[in-house]
């Protein structure tokens, strides 16, 4: 079994988007990762439940390890 190397910190909203999606811009990769946090069921709630505001500009550890185990490591 291989060791991931990622690790679950606070990162920028174009930080984690970037690390799903390095080949496009950081704006794109941003817009990506939000659409794929809405269409995800039930994603976008418990994001709202660790009291994540739609404006936010990071993400909390939580946030990220909420992200992770719904779309996997990036």
């Known amino acids: 079994m291989e060791k991931s190397s990622f690790i679950p910190r606070s990162y920028s909203k ?3 988007a970037i690390l799903y999606s390095p080949s496009i811009t950081p704006k794109a990769a941003v817009r990506k990762l939000n659409r794929w946090i809405a269409f ?5 709630e418990q994001l709202a439940a660790t009291g994540m505001l739609p404006n936010a500009k990071c993400y909390t550890p939580i946030q990220v390890h909420v992200i992770v185990e719904a779309l996997g490591e990036p």
């Open 14 to 16: 174009s930080e984690l």
């Open 40 to 44: 995800k069921p039930g994603l976008l």
